[in-house]
């Protein structure tokens, strides 16, 4: 009697914890790194909320997602919020040294504005994947959390071909999503679908066009 083959488990690689916590550490390090010209608020602020950040993604499950703890996301999303305007705080804080501070601090100013810009990518990186579709729980079939319906449109989900049948977004999925609404300020190749997410990456678009068309290109002219 021939048995029947199993079929393929999904990939691993969506459940995986770790590549949005170590984005996280990163960002929490860079913060230590702002410069004193631009940061009207305590210094070890950022640093705080990077570890509350990065608690809920650590606290349950270090490496992949194991545990669902549905009120650790709602913590992780208000910390998120909390991040994204204290990095505006900054971005305010650059643009007043720029026009009240000495403008000729060229690197002060490129340094800063690096600052925020990275900050920006791996904060809503983080907000998208916490986002789409209920979370990373509701996302993974193994898990019993209904999924909501989808909230970015990813290439894959739209074709037709072998190897492809079964993918699903992980975190370096959404952080090039990030990556590019903070370079092209719009949408590229993965289409924001419901109104929460078009708010965000709007957002995050306009902080990034501050940053790079507003400070960073005077930065270069006095540097």
Known sequence: MNKVPKAAPHSMRHIRR?????AVIAVLILQLLVPTQINGLPRWLMPALGLLLLLPLVWMNP??????????????????????LANAFYLAGLIYFLNHGAANQGLVLVKGALLIWVTNVV?????????????????????????????LLFPQMTVDL?????????????????????TAFSPTDTMPLTARV????????????LTIAVVAARAVNVL
């Open 123 to 151: 904060a809503f990186a983080v907000w998208y994947w916490e986002v789409d579709r209920g979370g990373p729980f509701a996302r993974a079939p193994e898990h019993d959390r209904e999924a909501e319906r989808a909230d």
């Open 63 to 84: 490496f992949h997602l194991r545990r669902d703890e549905p009120w650790l996301r709602w913590v992780e999303l208000v910390l998120l919020a909390v991040l994204v």
């Open 18 to 22: 770790w590549p949005a916590s170590l």
């Open 162 to 182: 072998p190897g492809w049948e079964r993918w699903l977004p992980g975190f370096t999925d959404y952080l090039f999503v990030s990556f590019t609404a903070a």
């Open 198 to 209: 078009k708010t965000l990456m709007g957002v995050q678009s306009g902080i990034a066009l």
